[in-house]
């Protein structure tokens, strides 16, 4: 036995045998920790006596997969439908977005027909109570445990056998085993790896808590991805009261589903209508916005796009995206000088989606355009109309994927036109009150922004 020092990157959670300025897996500067692994057996890999036998694939049954609901109909949608008994599921977000307070409701739901223990390495028990009380929580199959050392939590969860385990958070848990801080890459990689096996070997089901931490010294989620089944990312402004939850990974179902929470001050509330959440406080006939409707999940959303066009006063102009990829506004901002003459290299361009949303779609490009398009001239687009369609390099706008669901969505929160792709096909199923407005390139939904056609 020997102690062997390995190296970590706090960004992606890469092993490396040597130090180095910079992640050769995810190229992030300054993330490289060093972690010194207690022991480790000296010789040659060797073989177990005891045999084990592989499995037929045939003769392996899944009616086994248990799922139960969670009681939030926004959380079980990016569970995939539920959280599947003894699993391990990771939640991350950054401090104070909400998902302590996630968690603890949940439990009132759970408490109905499991045992939940609930481990905070964060509040003391008296705290917890105070804060369930609050959020209307009193399931007399709730046990609490205010413990940071894993040894004595595993030895709490023996003793108790809950059904569901939540813990929060994982940066707090330390294995007194290993000489490092707690927070640190291998204490929290060793401790997901227990509560892991726990999942599997007892079948409890396991909640784990993430801080998502901007310095380097405290290792954040996103170390923990590969060991985990299913990764929950809780997003949103901390000033707004608005939360996204996203999947972005999930061993039982899909990860393009969102669920949309929002703050109230007796926890968090379920928004069953997220488009209308998105679109509030829109403002009406203001130059540079533009609503389109993307898919999330199997779920079409509506969300705002906003574009700020400015003369820029350097030679060289600002660009900045918030929800919406950097790289795709460059292309759609070059593709608009050279296909629809506007002069855009000389001015500063900023691009936002409201509400927290991220626009990873290209359906959502012509509206992206229409806005950039509208805060250039100076003209609004008019309030009752919605873009969507994708936009190639030679400024032609391609058809785009579950039209008939998106058109639908746009006509239900009341917008009366819709600008869409030329040739998404004849046999369209159109709403009857909504007005298509076919374009086939930008050149063409250009004029109807300056004729006013619309
Ligand atoms: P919390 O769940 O503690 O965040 P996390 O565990 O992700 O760090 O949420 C903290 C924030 O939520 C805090 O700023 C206060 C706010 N909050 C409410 O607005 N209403 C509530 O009922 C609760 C419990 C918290
Ligand atoms: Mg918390």
């Given amino acids: 036995m020997k102690s062997k020092s390995v190296f970590f990157c706090t960004e992606c959670g890469n092993e490396t045998p040597k130090w180095s300025g910079r992640c050769s897996a995810c190229g992030a500067w300054n993330s490289i920790v060093e972690q010194v692994e207690k022991s480790v057996k000296s010789g040659k890999s060797s073989r177990i006596a005891s045999p084990v036998k592989a499995s037929n694939i045939t003769d392996i049954d899944t009616a086994q997969e248990i799922r139960f609901p969670t009681g939030m109909g926004e959380l079980d949608r990016v569970l995939g439908g539920g959280a599947v008994k003894g699993s391990l599921v990771l939640v991350g977000g950054a401090p104070g977005i909400g ?38 929580v009193d399931s007399g199959n709730l046990y609490v445990l ?44 060793d401790c997901t790896m227990s509560l892991m096996q726990l999942a599997k070997g007892s079948e409890i089901t396991v909640f784990v808590i993430g801080h998502v931490n901007k310095e380097g010294s405290i290792a954040g989620p996103k170390v923990l991805e590969h060991m985990v089944d299913c990764v929950l990312y809780f997003e949103g402004d901390q000033h707004m009261t608005y939360r996204i939850l996203r999947a972005v990974k999930n061993r039982f179902g899909a990860t393009n589903e969102i669920g949309v929470f929002e703050m109230m ?13 998105l679109l509030s406080g829109r403002p009406e006939d203001a130059p540079g916005t533009c609503v389109t ?39 759609l901002l070059a593709v608009l000088e050279k296909r629809g003459a506007l002069k855009l290299s000389q001015c500063d361009a900023y ?38 369609g994708e936009v190639g390099l030679s400024g032609e706008i391609r058809s785009i994927s579950h039209l008939e669901q998106r058109l639908s969505e746009v006509q239900r929160l009341g917008f009366t036109q819709c600008m869409i792709p030329a040739n998404c096909g004849k046999d369209l199923k159109v709403p009857s009150q909504l007005q298509l407005l076919p374009v086939r390139n930008v050149a063409q939904a250009l004029q109807l922004l300056v004729k006013g056609a619309i």
């Fill in 99 to 136: 998902k302590s307070t996630l968690m603890l409701q949940i439990c009132q739901h759970l408490g109905a027909f499991a045992k939940v223990l609930y481990v905070s390495g964060e509040e003391s028990a008296h705290q917890l109570k105070l804060r369930a009380q609050r959020l209307g």
């Fill in 146 to 189: 205010s413990e940071t050392c894993l040894g004595k939590i595993l030895n709490c969860i023996e003793q108790e056998a809950p059904d569901v385990l939540i813990v929060d958070s994982i940066q707090t848990l330390y294995n007194e085993e290993l000489d490092s801080p707690a927070g640190g890459v291998g204490q929290v990689k």
């Fill in 265 to 277: 001050d007796r926890g968090l509330k379920e928004v069953e209508n997220p488009s209308q959440m």
């Fill in 293 to 331: 409707c993307v898919m999330e999940g199997a779920r079409p959303v509506l969300a705002e796009i906003q574009a700020l066009i400015a003369p820029s006063s350097g030679s060289n102009p600002r660009r900045s995206c918030n929800g919406f990829d950097y790289q795709r506004a460059a292309m």
């Fill in 351 to 388: 691009l936002n989606i409201i509400g927290g949303l991220t626009l990873d779609e290209p359906a959502a490009d012509l509206a992206a355009v229409v806005a950039i398009a509208s805060s250039y001239l100076d003209k609004p687009v008019p309030g009752q109309m919605a873009a969507m």
